[in-house]
């Protein structure tokens, strides 16, 4: 076994166990499907292992009791960086959904590359997901999305416009 692959699956591991016993909203899957699926379009893209790893973990920081730190120490600071720069920064006592959300699209802005890339996997991932099964939230949702599409341009240019399509599609056929 390669050292690559050795992090992927330690990174799958991890996440499994940090988010045991939860669910998707809409879909009740366990939640690792959903990071999993983010890693699957990072590696379908040529993602490099840690990137990989780094999908993975993309909502650990944000939605368990792990840390950056956690994360940092098992799995390198690139690792770590790029979870922090996915992990949103916004609080509800931040203010308004609209405020938080703008809040965390700037903290994005200055995430580097790699991360924006695993952005738009998950921007694609649960855009599929919540157009299908929440289709009232999905309004708000995509509105969101559609913003947050214009500080990913720096992530790979084939999910940037597999994602670009998705909101695009999407508001073709809301006519909104």
Known sequence: MNEGYNIVEKALNFATEAHKGQARKYTGEPYITHAIAVAQLVEEVGGSYMAIAAALLHDTVEDTSVTNEDIQRNFGCYVAVWVENLTDV????????????EMDRQHTFIALPP???????DLIHNSISIIEHAPGFAKIYMAEKRLLLEVLKEGNSTLYEKATKIVDDYFRKAKI
């Open 115 to 121: 991360a924006k890339t695993i952005k738009l996997a």
């Open 90 to 101: 916004s609080k509800l006592e931040d203010g308004s959904r609209a405020v938080r959300k």
